[in-house]
Structures are given as structure tokens and as C-alpha cells.
């Protein structure tokens, strides 16, 4: 059982999506995460050790070579193509909301900003961490993450830019956050961002990729339930 969990972490890794996708060519023909997580599940692997230890795992797998660039932006794409087409299988498995999550990320780029390469990567890792993300998209207004963390209470919060003028939009919606929700977690990310600017309009935080934001959350998360 333990192997054939591995192998579907190889393939989500990989992103290797089913036997029809010819890449990798080395393994053209052969099953990957879809077929391998029917297997399990025919076999009486536990849908939780399927999530947990191979899709999960697989996804975890590929984030920590992206944030050592040893990955990069297609192979992120196709490892999270690879594990929604295998979750699909264990989906019924669980009752409606039964899918266990570390909490709610609720997630956009910033007001006048329509990047959103950077955002959709911290929300794939996010998920494949166990994490709930709400996205809001691109070009968010400030209101809108506030209406967002009012909906969703003990929720955190992720701002992404791409620009230098866009990324002065995250010091306001911190500011009214705070005013608020002041218990609210908030975490920046973009090319023109920085600890230090992170640090200036109070956010909590400030991660160079999406994995090592993905990473010191799930370890405070770990920390709270000791």
C-alpha cells in the first residue's frame, strides 16, 4: 500500500495526469495519478491515506523544488492539474465539508492589478497543503477583502502585485483590517514586494515563493495543536 502511495505522489509530482498524457516521455503508456488512485481505492486504501500521503505528498513534493527553483511555473501547473483530476476520485468519499483543512486563505491581487500568474500558484499550494482557499481574483477592490474576512471569520489573509503603484493598495486594506479584525493574519507576495515593506504597513509576514508560506503556517498549525 505504502508504495503504491508513493507512486501517486511521483506522478502528482511529475504531473503526470492519467496513461492518455505523454509526458514524462519515459513514462508514455503508463498510469498516472488518476489510474493510480482508482487502484487504490479499489484495493481499500483509505481515501484520507490517498490525500494525506499521495496527493498531498506529491504536491508538497514539487512546491519544495519550486522554492529551491529546481521547478518551475509549468510544472506547478501540470502537478495541480494532476492531483484535481485524482481528487475527483476520493471526492465522494467524504461528506460535504469532511475534507480536513488547516483553515481558510482568502486570496487576490490587489486593486488595479491584473497579474495573477503569482496568486494562482500560491493558491495551488495552498490547496495541495490542506488549505481552503477563497479566491477573489484579480483587480480587488479594498472593500472586497474585507467583506471577504467578515464572511469568512478566522480566516487569513493573502495580497498579491505585480506593480510598484498596486502594491501601495495593500498598506490601505491592512490599515481597515486591523481597524476591524486586528487578530486577522495577513501575508504579502509579488516581485516588487518585500520583508521590509511587509514590515512598514504591518503585515505579518512576507514569503519570497507560495511553499515556504505554505510551510510556516502548517508548522504553526502544528505548533497550536500541542
Given at each position: 500500500?505504502?508504495?503504491?502511495?508513493?507512486?501517486?505522489?511521483?506522478?502528482?509530482?511529475?504531473?503526470?495526469?492519467?496513461?492518455?498524457?505523454?509526458?514524462?516521455?519515459?513514462?508514455?503508456?503508463?498510469?498516472?495519478?488518476?489510474?493510480?488512485?482508482?487502484?487504490?481505492?479499489?484495493?481499500g486504501i483509505d481515501p484520507q491515506d490517498?490525500?494525506?500521503?499521495?496527493?498531498?505528498?506529491?504536491?508538497?513534493?514539487?512546491?519544495?523544488?519550486?522554492?529551491?527553483?529546481?521547478?518551475?511555473?509549468?510544472?506547478?501547473?501540470?502537478?495541480?492539474?494532476?492531483?484535481?483530476?485524482?481528487?475527483?476520485?476520493?471526492?465522494?468519499?467524504?461528506?460535504?465539508?469532511?475534507?480536513?483543512?488547516?483553515?481558510?486563505?482568502?486570496?487576490?491581487?490587489?486593486?488595479?492589478?491584473?497579474?495573477?500568474?503569482?496568486?494562482?500558484?500560491?493558491?495551488?499550494?495552498?490547496?495541495?497543503?490542506?488549505?481552503?482557499?477563497?479566491?477573489?481574483?484579480?483587480?480587488?477592490?479594498?472593500?472586497?477583502?474585507?467583506?471577504?474576512?467578515?464572511?469568512?471569520?478566522?480566516?487569513?489573509?493573502?495580497?498579491?502585485?505585480?506593480?510598484?503603484?498596486?502594491?501601495?493598495?495593500?498598506?490601505?486594506?491592512?490599515?481597515?483590517?486591523?481597524?476591524?479584525?486586528?487578530?486577522?493574519?495577513?501575508?504579502?507576495?509579488?516581485?516588487?514586494?518585500?520583508?521590509?515593506?511587509?514590515?512598514?504597513?504591518?503585515?505579518?509576514?512576507?514569503?519570497?515563493?507560495?511553499?515556504?508560506?505554505?510551510?510556516?503556517?502548517?508548522?504553526?498549525?502544528?505548533?497550536?495543536?500541542?
Amino acid at each position: 500500500m505504502t508504495e503504491l502511495l508513493q507512486k501517486i505522489a511521483k506522478m502528482v509530482e511529475l504531473g503526470k495526469i492519467d496513461r492518455n498524457m505523454p509526458f514524462p516521455p519515459e513514462l508514455k503508456g503508463k498510469d498516472g495519478a488518476s489510474e493510480l488512485t482508482l487502484k487504490a481505492l479499489e484495493i481499500g486504501i483509505d481515501p484520507q491515506d490517498i490525500l494525506n500521503n499521495g496527493l498531498t505528498a506529491g504536491m508538497n513534493a514539487i512546491g519544495e523544488k519550486f522554492s529551491k527553483g529546481e521547478a518551475f511555473i509549468p510544472n506547478m501547473l501540470i502537478a495541480a492539474k494532476a492531483m484535481h483530476a485524482a481528487m475527483e476520485h476520493i471526492r465522494p468519499y467524504f461528506s460535504e465539508g469532511d475534507i480536513p483543512s488547516h483553515g481558510t486563505m482568502i486570496l487576490g491581487t490587489v486593486r488595479g492589478d491584473l497579474h495573477d500568474i503569482g496568486k494562482n500558484l500560491v493558491k495551488m499550494i495552498m490547496t495541495g497543503g490542506g488549505w481552503n482557499v477563497i479566491d477573489l481574483g484579480t483587480d480587488v477592490e479594498n472593500k472586497e477583502f474585507v467583506n471577504a474576512v467578515n464572511d469568512h471569520k478566522g480566516a487569513i489573509v493573502g495580497m498579491s502585485a505585480l506593480l510598484t503603484t498596486t502594491m501601495l493598495n495593500m498598506e490601505l486594506v491592512v490599515k481597515e483590517l486591523h481597524r476591524i479584525r486586528p487578530e486577522t493574519m495577513i501575508f504579502i507576495g509579488g516581485a516588487p514586494v518585500s520583508q521590509s515593506f511587509s514590515d512598514e504597513i504591518g503585515a505579518d509576514g512576507y514569503f519570497r515563493d507560495p511553499y515556504s508560506l505554505v510551510r510556516y503556517l502548517n508548522k504553526d498549525k502544528l505548533r497550536d495543536s500541542q
